[in-house]
């Protein structure tokens, strides 16, 4: 029988980098697919339809929700932000191990539903460091950096959910540390158990 996927549920503040901590995790990790989530946020620069988000109006998105076509969606610094659902369930089904880069309320939405998913926070080791990151950023204006750190005290509180914590001081460390997660948990017999099985009967 071919393994379902596991899905993996990366979280950490604005400015934790887990953007960047995923891109590179692809490049050294095979067989993992990422979810492209929807978005009523305009593009930044560089972005692309499709690729980053499917970047939506506002009465697309309500459309969305309305045909109940998202695992889980959310309101997040005046936008909204969804993940959907037929493509992730696709990709599991496949077997592809599936990563949703996803803010903390949403991914408590998708652990009510997953509770076999493995959810790993990404934070630098202290706030002062995020808070540098954001105001170096420059892609927010003030007001939206000082919005995006008070939330990131909220997101904080959620960390006791999740099963692992990958510190971002240095970004190769990091990379090593959630590709390290993400192979660690492929082994887990558990998730082998006809291997196991067909190993553990092997006539003597
Ligand atoms: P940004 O606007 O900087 O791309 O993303 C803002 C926040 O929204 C980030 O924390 C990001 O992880 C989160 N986010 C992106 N897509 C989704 C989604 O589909 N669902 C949820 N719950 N959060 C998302």
Known sequence: MERKGILFVLSGPS????????????QKVQGLAVSVSATTRAPRPGEIN????????????????DNNEFLEHVVK??????????????????GK????EI??????????AN??????FITPSNYEELNKRLNV????????????????????????YYDYIAINDNLDECVNTVSA????????????????????????
């Open 50 to 65: 499709g690729i980053h988000y499917h970047f939506r109006t506002k009465d697309e998105f309500q459309q969305m929700v």
């Open 97 to 100: 191990d599936v990563v949703l």
């Open 77 to 94: 610094f005046h936008n909204r932000y969804g993940t959907p659902k037929a493509q992730v369930e696709k990709l599991l089904n496949e």
């Open 15 to 26: 400015g934790a980098g887990k953007g960047t901590v995923l891109h590179e995790v692809l």
């Open 181 to 204: 997660i993400i192979l660690a948990e492929r082994n887990k017999r558990r998730r082998n158990a006809e291997l196991a099985d067909n190993l553990m009967t092997l006539k003597s």
């Open 115 to 120: 509770p076999d998913a493995v959810y790993i």
């Open 103 to 112: 803010e903390t309320k949403g991914a408590s939405k998708v652990r009510r």
């Open 137 to 160: 950023r420059g892609t927010e204006s003030p007001e939206v950096c000082a919005l995006r750190l008070k939330i990131a005290k909220t997101e904080y509180k959620s960390i006791r």
